[in-house]
């Protein structure tokens, strides 16, 4: 069966502050994919980025990264000097080989000025 | 870029009416997805469909069924709508079973 964890319902910063959004999945696949959408007040889910298993290079997008571990199942996603335009929540989903993709609950972000 | 449009944001239904949520995307992808979202519970995966005429059910099929007559078109109904199926729902697509999926900007439905 496959899972995604994101133990943190609700993070609150302060603008310029780095944040990190944990996210641990499990699989038994040896091939699986992993993601993170972000969803802002607006309702849309916006996709960010897609991992495959077997890339565990981390990525780096302007003030975004995401750090891919699989010796901890993990797929942390970090904002570096936040923004009040990074409120939203934020979802980390998984695929496993010819699975359907499986999403975690969420985390909420809400950056302060 | 690839664009997924729903045909209503906001739709309010009376118990009982049968309602038609429509989906359309514009990049020629081969999958679609419906889903519904509810707080606490998370996204959950109602219908899909890898190809034309040809549909999956998902976690949560009950009270619904989908049509896909058109490759860009993806058709979630609802027969006989009831309170319990107020929720948001969204579609996505995707080129392959293993790509990322694009969402539409989902429609907020109210059953009274």
């Known amino acids: 069966a496959q899972k995604v964890t994101q133990a943190q319902t609700e993070i609150s910063v302060v603008e310029k502050e780095d944040v990190t959004l944990d996210c641990v999945y499990e699989?038994?696949?040896?091939?699986?994919?992993l993601f993170w959408y972000k969803q802002p007040p607006s309702g849309e889910l916006v996709f960010l980025i897609r991992?495959?298993?077997?890339?565990?290079q981390n990525e780096i997008s302007g003030r975004y990264s995401w750090n891919f571990q699989k010796s901890t199942s993990s797929f942390n996603f970090t904002i570096t000097a936040s923004q009040v335009v990074d409120s939203a929540v934020y979802f980390c989903a998984l695929r496993g080989w010819n699975e359907k993709l499986v999403f975690g609950k969420g985390t909420k972000l809400t950056v302060n000025p | 870029d690839v664009k997924v449009t729903q045909s209503s944001r906001y739709l309010v239904k009376r118990t009982g009416e049968k309602v038609f949520l429509e989906c359309v995307q514009d990049?020629?992808?081969?999958?679609m997805f419906w889903y519904r979202q509810d707080p606490g519970l998370g996204l959950r995966l109602i219908y899909f469909?890898?190809?034309?005429?040809?549909?999956e059910k998902g976690d949560i099929p009950e009270g619904y069924s989908v049509s896909r007559e058109k490759k860009e078109r993806f058709s979630l109904i609802l027969e006989s709508a009831s309170t319990n199926q107020t929720s948001m729902y969204l579609c996505?697509?995707?080129?392959?079973?293993?790509?990322?999926?694009?969402f539409g900007p989902g429609t907020r439905l109210t059953v009274t």
């Open positions: 990049m020629d992808h081969e999958n």
């Open positions: 469909s890898y190809d034309v005429k040809m549909k």
């Open positions: 996505a697509s995707s080129r392959g079973a293993e790509q990322e999926q694009y």
């Open positions: 699989t038994r696949d040896t091939t699986y994919y």
């Open positions: 991992r495959n298993s077997f890339d565990e």
